[in-house]
């Protein structure tokens, strides 16, 4: 699937702010405390939701006052609109889900849950769910969804609790494709914060199949993928040594006490290193090569400041690798304060977020008239963002 917009409303420094006409891949840029942050926090706020309930994940966060823009009042929505990728490879009409959440009477409640979709420009769109204060609406009849002269057919259902999303019963069941895929985007979606020191950690045998958030377990998975993929495995080691002149082979290799440490092969030298004496930069490229051609990729990955550890130089490889990724059917969003990054993206790729009288908005660099003009020109839009050509955003 592939999200079209984001609106969101009363959700920290989001107090009403939008982005529609997403790319495959999107990179925002922002000074500290703009917000970009929490833009990816929508995600995980939803996931934590869908795992749990809204006032599990809103108490997480310090509490609905928290959570809730400074000085409003009334709902925290969410609107965000996506395509699915039919059966024959043409994309579905564009589906929207939105949720509204409150405060009353003491408790967390959803004020407000709705996913529905229109086939073309004419006609209701049909509400395949449509829940409030725990009760609602499901259709019957997707399958006949679209079919001429057909109505929607719809039950009655109910939940066990008020602030506990529909999608999270419903997305269970392959009969309701549009709400099970919105919920495997929650359930699937990934968030990167790689920590060298925890790559480098000698770990406990096991197995994992995908990477965590910051890579503890690069080894048992780098051992998965060389069992299990040797294609894959191989072409990761190919990349890697395009990128990283000098490396001749890596390895996942189980000591005796049951452990598991990568070993990596420098052609100059005649042992193998082990990854804590192994530069942070081949590390963290190694890393991102494993995420990046996992057998399984999620629908949308979120990274955090990508260039950290890495030579300014194979940050635009990596910018490349990101949006090879982004074509084969998932989504990226990432954060950077790297200008020679930036210098690395297509303009319509590039968003800013600027934050005023304590609320963020978000910017889209194609739009602004003077970046557009200058990187027509020639101008790379890392070196525009550091002469401060994106207002309010300007890299530190």
């Avoid at 407000?112 to 019957?140: A, D, V």
Wanted: proline fraction near 4%; include cysteine; glycine fraction near 8%.
């Amino acid at each position: 699937m592939k999200i079209e917009s984001i609106k969101v409303k009363n959700f920290k420094v989001f107090g009403d702010a939008k982005l529609e006409e997403l790319p495959n891949m999107c990179v925002f840029l922002g000074a500290n405390g703009s917000g970009k942050t929490t833009f990816f926090e929508i995600f995980g706020f939803l996931s934590d939701a869908l795992k749990n309930n809204v006032t599990i994940a809103i108490n997480k966060r310090g509490g609905f006052k928290e959570v809730i823009s400074r000085d409003k009042v009334g709902n925290i929505e969410f609107e965000i609109k996506f395509r699915n990728t039919e059966e024959d490879g043409s994309l579905s009409p564009l589906i929207t889900y939105q949720l509204k959440i409150g405060y009353e009477q003491g408790r967390i409640v959803i004020v407000s849950e709705i996913l529905k979709y229109r086939r073309g420009n004419r006609g209701q769109p049909w509400h395949f769910l449509n829940f409030s204060y725990g009760k609602g609406t499901t259709i019957k009849n997707e399958e006949d969804y679209g079919k001429e002269g057909v109505q929607e057919e719809r039950e009655d259902q109910e939940l066990d609790s008020p602030d506990i999303l529909a999608i999270k019963g419903l997305g269970q069941f392959q009969k309701f494709k549009a709400v099970s895929s919105f919920r495997k985007l929650l359930e699937g979606w990934y968030v990167s914060n790689f920590q060298i020191s925890s790559a480098q950690a000698i770990m406990d045998t096991g197995v994992s199949e995908h990477l965590s958030r910051t890579g503890n377990n690069l080894a048992q998975v780098t051992k998965y993928i060389h069992d299990n993929y040797p294609d894959v495995f191989k072409l990761i080691l190919e990349k890697l040594k395009e990128r990283i002149p000098g490396i001749e082979k890596v390895e996942s290799i189980e000591t005796a006490d049951g452990r598991i440490i990568l070993k990596f092969q420098d052609g100059s030298f005649k042992d193998p290193f082990i990854a804590r004496y192994v530069s942070d930069g081949t590390i963290k490229m190694f890393a991102y090569l494993i995420l990046l051609y996992d057998p399984s990729p999620h629908p949308l990955l979120a990274i955090e400041e990508p260039e950290n550890y890495l030579h300014p130089d194979l940050l635009i490889e990596l910018a490349e690798e990101l949006r090879l990724y982004s074509n084969k059917g998932s989504q990226v969003f990432i954060s950077t304060h790297s200008p020679d990054f930036v210098n690395a993206l297509r303009i319509n790729e590039l968003f800013w977020i600027k934050k005023n009288n304590g609320y963020s908005t978000i910017v889209k660099a194609k739009e602004d008239i003077t970046v557009s003009s200058l990187f027509k020109e020639g101008d790379l839009l890392g070196y525009l963002w550091k002469q401060n050509y994106f207002k309010g955003s300007g890299p530190k």
